[in-house]
């Protein structure tokens, strides 16, 4: 099946899609790209503030590089893996569909090097967009979201009850906070969106791109000690 077709079937299922299961032709091709294999979801704040200059050149391209360093690790010790990247503003977009790593790292690397900032932080449109795209991916294993964001949700729905819902999912989540300081991204609440595995809270707030980086790399592997 031709990518440009595989991603175009997958954007219109998810469109459609709504709280309910459907089985229509997005979902089936989803389900047979994801299917017994790990599912990765990274999902990318791309607000105005995104291109603050403090973690340099920008927040965003910082986040860029670091998301490329956890997809280079990650396609060393599990190219089976299948990774799917949302952004969101004022709305979320699906700006690459679910792809094994090990065959995709081209179409995964252009769909980060594409993302722009615009807007405000609708959080909760990207941890929905999330959900709807699991509920396609039947037979995902260890299902996991990694979401980088640099402030308050200012727009859309409550972000808590989104992530409680993935959560419901088997979901786990990953929070990275950037920015000014902790107080500029709502950490208490991150904290409580964030999972908690084997005792330990899964939120970081990372004050530098080096740190970024290899925060992300060290995500990959899923050994991130504090």
């Known amino acids: 099946m031709a990518r ?19 089985t229509i032709d997005g979902g089936a091709v989803c389900h047979e790209v994801v299917n017994g294999r790990p599912l990765e979801i990274l999902i990318f704040d791309v607000s105005g503030s995104m291109e603050e200059a403090d973690y340099p050149p920008s927040r965003l391209e910082a986040a860029k590089k670091a998301a490329l360093g956890f997809l280079k690790r990650l ?8 990774v ?6 004022n ?10 790593l090990g065959s995709g ?3 995964v690397q252009g769909a980060l090097e594409a993302l722009r900032t615009e807007g405000y932080t609708n959080t909760t449109s990207g941890l929905e ?5 699991l509920r396609a991916a039947v037979g995902a294993r260890k299902p996991r979201v990694v979401l980088l964001t640099d402030g308050h949700a200012n727009k859309g729905g409550d972000p808590e009850r989104a992530a409680e819902r993935l959560k ?6 990953d ?8 107080e500029d991204v709502n950490e208490a609440q991150l904290k409580r969106m964030a999972s908690v595995v084997n005792g330990e809270r899964r939120y970081w707030f990372i004050k530098s791109v080096g740190s970024l980086v290899r925060t992300f790399e060290a995500l990959a592997l899923r050994e991130v000690r504090r």
């Not at 799917?84 to 503003?89: L, V």
């Not at 967009?129 to 795209?133: E, H, N």
Request: include cysteine; charge should be positive.
């Open 84 to 89: 799917s990247i949302i952004s969101f503003s």
């Open 75 to 82: 396609s060393g010790t599990s190219p089976e893996s299948t």
């Open 175 to 182: 929070i990275i906070g950037i920015g000014g300081g902790p």
């Open 129 to 133: 967009m999330a959900g709807r795209l």
């Open 105 to 107: 790292m081209g179409q």
């Open 91 to 100: 709305h979320a977009r699906l700006v690459c569909a679910p792809v094994p």
């Open 4 to 22: 440009t077709n595989f991603v175009e079937k997958v954007r219109s299922f998810l469109e459609r899609m709504s709280g309910s299961d459907h």
């Open 168 to 173: 419901g999912q088997g979901v786990q989540i």
